[in-house]
């Protein structure tokens, strides 16, 4: 029971960080034609619109992992997680390739 208790306080508090986060980065892509050239930003957001839906689907797959326990559960999730630093990476090379850099809210 404690340890129910405990593993579902951890999530909750990865979601809420990963619910920040993700509003943190909606909010720079939004405030992104302040800091680059606005085509520049269009073509970055084109190209990457798969990669950003893929990352979306694996992010969610991934939480729904956390609510199922056994082995194949493990091979699961270390597969998702390798996918999601892959498309991570991917969006990054993107971003350099076009020079778009993540504006501040200052």
């Known amino acids: 029971m404690r340890k129910n208790m405990v593993i579902g306080i951890a999530m909750a508090v990865g979601m809420l960080s990963f619910g920040a986060l993700t509003a943190s980065a909606a909010g720079s892509g939004m405030n992104m034609d302040n800091c680059a050239d606005k085509q520049v930003n269009q073509q970055f957001t084109q190209e990457t619109a798969g990669l950003v839906a893929a990352l979306n689907a694996r992010n969610d797959e991934l939480r729904s992992q956390n609510y199922t326990e056994g082995p194949a559960n493990l091979l699961k999730t270390d597969v998702l997680k390798k996918e999601v630093t892959e498309l991570k990476n991917q969006i990054n090379a993107a971003a ?11």
Not at 96 to 106: A, E, I, R, W
């Open 96 to 106: 350099l390739k076009h020079g778009v850099k993540m504006c501040s809210h200052s």
